[in-house]
């Protein structure tokens, strides 16, 4: 879910025509769009190999083009899978149902494999093996659990087989409507003035009272305000932040997503340039409910703590080996630090 709140801010922002805005932003971030549209030239499709909370991962982009709502073009690069690759530029072929059946079933083996191992490493150390699955429960935007988090995507690939079948999945429809929300964000935005990122000089670009709503499992998620870091030399998103609030029928409060995007490095075989780290920061997403869960597994958790510091040395290193990143998002969530996580890339290859 917080992937579609936050989809890829810059992505469409690099795409969008002159607007009503200052000129000190129309000039940064007309200068954004050329520059990447330099570094596109000759891709028309390409592969992340990435780990995210120690799972490695496989993403597939094609190059297309979309109007917004205004009927301005825009080049973009929709997420497809590896069977949908075409070696010609706005022409992506098409799974099956049965297609996106399979990718469903691989997702949920490849998530229950991970977890069971997982799970396996807690109760040889004497823990509960429901440790994993106490962080976040179902919500995959807040859980540690691979069984949970390769679960939404099984779900999403049995929506889009369902898709498939009533006439298809419209990617760039979605593409379209958020080139249209991002050219209101453009004629909103502002020049904040210069600040360093990770000791990158860089421009900050504000937009309030965005006021743009979404409606996500039955909370009304309402985005107030945009935030922008953009570098100076290379026109590279260095960090975004988004902030608003949820209300739903019980509650309201407040909630943000900062990503943050570094180690940009020449891609090979182009001209493309991108982070090969990049991090997220989401805070206010759970309900008093899952507060609730929370505060039961900060029991579990602190247990745990325990177990470990009681072990050899040598048992404890494979532990939080084991355990990798997950570890360190279950400690950051029950302290209520929020989500945190991080995506490494490990190779982009262009025109596979």
């Known amino acids: 879910m917080h992937r579609t709140i936050a989809i890829s801010l810059f992505a469409t922002i690099i795409a969008l025509p002159g607007a009503a805005y200052s000129q ?8 954004v769009r050329d520059k990447q549209l330099e ?3 000759g891709v028309t499709s390409y592969v992340v190999t990435q780990s995210i909370v120690g799972t490695s991962t496989q993403t597939y982009y094609q190059r297309t083009e979309v109007e917004d709502k205004a009927g301005n073009a825009h080049t973009v ?6 069977e949908q690759v075409s070696t010609k530029p706005n022409e992506t072929r098409r799974m099956t149902p049965e297609a996106w059946e399979a990718y469903a079933q691989g997702a949920e083996m490849t998530g229950d494999g991970l977890s069971r191992e997982t799970e396996d490493g ?3 150390a004497g823990l509960p093996r429901n440790l994993l699955s106490a962080t976040g429960g179902s919500k995959p935007w807040v859980s540690a659990d691979p069984r949970t988090m390769m679960g939404s995507m099984a779900t999403f690939a049995r929506a889009a087989a369902d898709a498939e079948r009533q006439g298809g999945v419209d990617h760039a429809g979605d593409a379209q409507n958020t080139a249209s929300q991002m050219a209101e964000f453009a004629e909103k935005a502002q020049l904040v003035g210069t600040e ?12 309030s009272d965005i006021n743009h709503v979404q409606n996500v499992d039955g909370q009304e998620f309402v985005m107030q305000t945009a935030n922008l870091w953009i570098d100076t030399e290379h026109h590279v998103p260095l960090r975004t932040r988004m902030e608003g609030v949820i209300r739903s029928a ?5 909630f943000s997503i900062e990503q943050t995007r570094s180690d940009y490095r020449d891609v090979p075989n182009s001209n493309m340039y991108e982070s090969y780290r990049q991090q997220m920061h989401i805070s206010g997403m759970m309900d008093a409910a899952q507060q609730a869960q929370m505060q039961e597994a900060q029991k579990q958790i602190a247990e745990f703590e325990r177990e470990l510091a009681r072990m050899p040395p040598d048992q404890r290193a494979m532990m939080e080996s084991m355990m990798g990143s997950r570890l360190e998002m279950m400690r950051n969530m029950v302290s209520g630090g929020g989500y945190r996580s991080e995506v490494v890339i490990q190779e ?3 025109n596979p």
């Open 24 to 31: 000190d932003v129309k000039s940064i971030l007309d200068s």
């Open 39 to 41: 570094r596109w030239d």
């Open 77 to 82: 690069f929709l997420p497809v899978s590896a």
């Open 122 to 124: 807690l109760q040889k």
């Open 196 to 207: 360093l990122v990770d000791g990158r000089k860089a421009y900050h670009v504000q937009a």
């Open 250 to 254: 019980d509650e309201s409060r407040p």
């Open 348 to 350: 982009i290859r262009v």
